[in-house]
């Protein structure tokens, strides 16, 4: 199971920390997996947004590249995003997902329900 929290309605500029944690059998080897986040804009399809590795490698879309820190607390099974300098194009439904193939796809087509965060003035 996958469960994301931590959004919400932010100003242009502002920051959020966004949080999902893992819980079930699959997610007993949290810590060897590469895990993810992705969002999807109203109308939109979901995107792939930043990746931490089992190594704790991180790698990030150009759109929030910069602006975005992705981490992890393997002895929690909690995965994080740190959203800085938002915008409104940022405004969309976040999901985590993992473990990742090839770094960027969900390996199972299991999405919890996401957290939605919404930028505007």
């Known amino acids: 199971q996958l469960v994301e929290s931590g959004g919400g309605l932010v100003h242009p500029g502002g920051s959020l920390t966004l949080s999902c944690a893992a819980s079930?059998?699959?997610?007993?080897?949290?810590?060897?997996?590469?895990m993810g986040w992705f969002r999807q804009a109203p109308g939109e399809q979901r995107e792939w947004v930043a990746t931490?590795?089992?190594?704790?490698?991180?790698t990030y879309s150009d759109s929030v590249k910069g602006r975005f820190t992705i981490s992890r607390d393997n002895s929690k099974n909690i995965l994080y995003l740190q959203l800085n300098s938002l915008r409104p194009d940022d405004t969309a439904l976040y999901f985590c997902?993992?473990?990742?193939?090839?770094?960027?796809?969900?390996?199972?087509?299991?999405w919890g329900q996401g957290t939605q965060v919404t930028v505007s003035s």
């Open positions: 997902n993992g473990p990742l193939i090839r770094l960027k796809t969900p390996q199972y087509g299991y």
């Open positions: 079930g059998s699959i997610f007993g080897a949290f810590a060897i997996y590469d």
């Open positions: 931490i590795t089992s190594r704790s490698s991180t």
